[in-house]
DNA sequence: TTGTATGCGTTATCAG
DNA sequence: CTGATAACGCATACAA
C-alpha cells in the first residue's frame, strides 16, 4: 500500500516527480529517474488507479460489449483482446447484452457511467443512427458491423469475398447446383455472403435461381428449418453454401435424420470456422472468420488513438478456404441426379 | 457529469447527505430522501466509481481470474457472472492465465492491484499453497479446485458421482468391458473421476483392468491420442466413459478415422456437456456440468460475504445425465465380439 | 529539471 | 437526522 509520497520521501524527490516517471514524462533526468525507480521497486509500488482517475479524468481502462458470451465464438476475442490491453498498461470492462438490444444498449450506458475511455463494440443490435450518435460521446471502435458515417472506426470482414470464395470453390470441384442458406435479412453481413454467392454464380455464367436461396437464423435450428424449407420445396442441389458454421450442425442434424450423406450426396462450405467444425463428422470445410485477430487489430487501433493521439483507419480482413471433408468433386455431367431430391420425398 | 455538489444544491441539502442516500443509509427521513432523489433523476446522477473507491476504500469491483478464456466452455459462465454483479452494482474485471500457471499468477496479482474487494477464482494451476495464502490477503472463492483449508470457499462438482453414474449407465446399457479415458493425473478432478468409473464397475462386480484405463489431456487430441494407445495395446471393450467433452470429440474423430461406428461398434459417455455435444455425429451422451450455474453460485457468495458480511459455506453440484444418440443397449453375452479390436489390427 | 499547491468526487468523522 | 470538513492518492498548473 506504498503511495506516491512514500516514494517521493524515500528517493528524496518531490511527488510531482515520482508522478512524472511513473508517466514516462521526457522531463526527468536520468539520475533522478533511476533514484525514483529504486525506491518503486523497493516499495512495490503500484499507482493506484482510482486515484489516477479521479485526478487525471482517464481511466486507463476500455469497455467492450459482446453481443452474447455464451456463443462459441468469443472466448478468443476476449483472450486477444484482454491480452493486448494489459501489454499496454490498460484495463477492460467487459458487458454482455444478451442478444438483445436492449441489454446491448444497456451495456453501453454502464460502460460509459463507468467512464471508459473508448468503446469496442462487438454488438448486433445496435442501429446505425444510435452508434452515430454514441460515437459523438466517446470514441467508438465497431467490429464487423457497416456503419454509415463510421467506417473509419470499422473493422470488418469482407463477408462478399468470403462467400463468392466460398462457392467459387464448389464449383471448382464440379458443383452446378449450388444452394445458399444465408442470414437473416436485415444483417448487413448476411446479405453481404449471399451477393457473394450470386457473384460466383455470375462469374460462372450459371444462373440464379431464388428457389435456392433460403434466408433464417445464423444459428443450427435454422439451418434444419432452411433444410426442411429446401426440402418441401422440391428443391434440387449438389453443393451447399452456409451463411455460417453453427447453421451448417443444422444441416449435419438434417442431414444425419434423413440419410443424406456429407459429402457423398451433399457437400457444404461453412463460414466462420468456429472451434467445433474440425470436430463434426466429416469435418466441416470452410472458410475461417478471423475474429480474435480483427478484435486484436481493433484494440490495437484503440489503444492508438485514445492514449497516443494517432488516426484510425478503417481495416478490411478477408477470410481464408480452409479445406476439410464436407466438399466432393463431382463429375459435372452427373449434376442432374441429386440424392438430396429423392430423401426430400418422404419428409 | 452532474457530480454529488450538483446534486446536493438542486435538492437544499449537503453533499453528506446525498451520499447516505446513494448509499441507503438508514438515518435520512424519508423527506429528504425523496428530494435528493427527484434532484438525482433530473440530473442523471450517477456516481463516480473511482472517487468512491479512493475515498471509501472500496472498488465495488469483483475480479475473475479464468484459466483459458479459449475454450468452449467460459462463455456462459462470464455472462452468468457478469449479469449477477451488475444486478447488485457491482462491477466485473476479467483476467486470463493463458492455460499456464505463471500468467494465471500474474492476472491474479493484476487484479489485487487494481484493489478488488475479492477474487473469483476458476484458475487450473495454482497450488494449494499459494491459495492458502493469497486467502489471507484478500476473500477469494474457488470453483470447481479443492484446496485444503478453503474447503468453505470452494464451490465444487461431484465429479466421483458423475463418473460413477455415467459408468453405471453403460452397465445397465448391458455393456462389461468399458474404458476410460482420464484427464491428467495431477488433476485433482480428474482423478475423482477416473475414481467414480472404478467405483461403478465394483459396485456391479465388474473387474478393474488397468489396461482399460489412459490418463491423457483433456483436449481433443488426447482423446485421439488414448485411443491409439488403446488400439495398440489391444484393448477391448465396448463402452468408453470419457474425462471430457472435448476428449470424446477426439475419440470421435479417431473412430471416423479408423471406420469404427458410434454407437454400434462403441458407446461413449462424455462429461461436461459442452455446448457442441448437441451437435456431433452421433450427438454425444454425456454428464451436464453445471458450471455457469456453479460460477453464479459462486458470486452470489462472494457478493453476500464481501458486501453484507454473511457467511460462506461450501457447495457441492451434482451432475446430470444427459440422454442422446453415442451409446447403445447391448446384450450381455456379445461382448466378447468387438469391432474395436479388429480395427486396431491395422492402425 | 524539479517542487508547491490545488483540486478531482466521494466518504467519513465529528459536531450540532 | 443533517451539515461542515478533512482525508483518499494522484496529476497538473504554475513557479522556481
Not at 78 to 96: E, M, P, Q
Not at 269 to 293: Q, W
Request: charged share 25%; proline share 3%; glycine share 8%.
Amino acid at each position: 500500500m506504498a503511495s506516491i509520497k512514500d516514494v517521493a520521501k524515500q528517493a528524496g524527490v518531490s511527488p510531482a516527480t515520482v508522478s512524472r516517471v511513473t508517466n514516462g514524462y521526457a522531463s526527468v533526468s536520468q539520475a533522478t529517474r533511476d533514484k525514483v525507480q529504486a525506491a518503486m521497486d523497493a516499495l512495490g509500488y503500484v499507482p493506484d488507479a482510482s486515484a489516477q482517475a479521479l485526478s487525471s479524468k482517464r481511466t486507463n481502462t476500455l469497455g467492450m460489449v459482446v453481443s452474447q458470451l455464451d456463443g462459441p465464438f468469443y472466448g478468443p476475442v476476449l483472450s486477444a483482446v484482454a491480452g493486448n490491453l494489459r501489454k499496454r498498461k490498460k484495463h477492460l470492462l467487459i458487458a454482455c447484452g444478451h442478444g438483445n438490444r436492449r441489454d446491448e444498449a444497456e451495456s453501453i450506458e454502464y460502460l460509459i457511467d463507468r467512464k471508459v475511455d473508448g468503446l469496442i463494440l462487438l454488438t448486433e443490435h445496435q442501429s446505425s443512427e444510435a452508434l452515430v450518435s454514441l460515437s459523438e460521446r466517446l470514441p467508438i471502435y465497431l467490429i464487423n458491423q457497416e456503419v454509415e458515417g463510421l467506417e473509419h472506426r470499422n473493422i470488418v470482414l469482407d463477408n462478399f469475398g468470403g462467400a463468392r470464395d466460398a462457392t467459387r470453390y464448389l464449383i471448382e470441384q464440379g458443383h452446378r447446383k449450388i444452394a445458399c442458406i444465408g442470414g437473416q435479412d436485415f444483417k448487413l453481413d448476411a446479405d453481404a455472403r449471399v451477393e457473394g454467392y450470386k457473384q460466383a454464380l455470375r462469374d460462372a455464367g450459371l444462373a440464379i435461381d431464388p428457389k435456392l436461396i433460403q434466408r433464417t437464423r445464423f444459428e443450427a435450428a435454422g439451418g434444419q428449418e432452411a433444410m426442411r424449407n429446401f426440402s418441401m420445396d422440391g428443391a434440387c442441389f449438389s453443393g451447399l453454401v452456409t451463411g455460417n458454421d453453427e447453421s451448417a450442425l443444422g444441416v449435419y442434424a438434417w442431414c444425419a435424420e434423413q440419410g443424406v450423406s456429407i459429402p457423398k450426396d451433399l457437400s457444404i462450405v461453412g463460414f466462420d470456422d468456429i472451434f467445433m467444425s474440425r470436430f463434426v463428422n466429416p469435418p466441416l470445410t470452410t472458410m475461417h472468420f478471423p475474429l480474435a485477430e480483427m478484435a486484436k487489430a481493433c484494440s490495437e487501433v484503440a489503444l492508438n488513438e485514445i492514449y497516443d493521439g494517432a488516426p484510425v483507419a478503417r481495416q478490411v480482413f478477408s477470410t481464408r478456404l480452409v479445406l476439410r471433408d464436407s466438399v466432393a468433386y463431382i463429375d459435372s455431367t452427373q449434376t442432374e441426379i441429386n440424392q438430396l431430391t429423392e430423401t426430400k420425398a418422404n419428409v
